[in-house]
């Protein structure tokens, strides 16, 4: 499975930004797509996942904010950022689970990942 993620960019604090995954190889493969985000000097920390159908579980950071999406058929994930604030600076990851069975807002639990796509966020 390969992840190219696509759509960062330099925002004003209060704006929008959305960030795409296109999975592509054995896709059937996955059963979770998740975002992830790493920060300068800071560990990469959990946003968000999507199960394959379509429950979602969002960072207390980021709920009621930030819109997991996924479309089956294009094997895309989407991450849909509003009311940014500066401390959403970071570069986001996406990533995808094999695991059926649960869950998981552990990193350790992914298994593919895309490049990362800096999102800036100025004040």
């Known amino acids: 499975v390969q992840l190219q993620a696509s759509g960062g960019g330099s925002v004003q604090a209060g704006g929008s930004l959305r960030l795409s995954c296109a999975a592509s190889g054995r896709t059937l493969n996955i059963a979770d797509m998740g975002w992830f985000r790493q920060a300068p000097g800071k560990e990469r920390e959990f946003v968000a996942y999507?199960?394959?159908?379509?429950?979602?579980y969002y960072a207390d950071s980021v709920k009621g904010r930030f819109t997991i999406s996924r479309d089956n058929a294009k094997e895309t994930t989407y991450l849909q950022m509003n009311s940014q604030k500066p401390e959403d600076t970071a570069v986001y990851y996406c990533a995808a689970d094999r695991d059926y069975t649960s869950s998981s807002t552990r990193a350790t639990r992914y298994d593919y990942w895309g490049q990362g796509s800096q999102v800036t966020v100025s004040s």
């Open positions: 999507i199960s394959r159908t379509g429950s979602t």
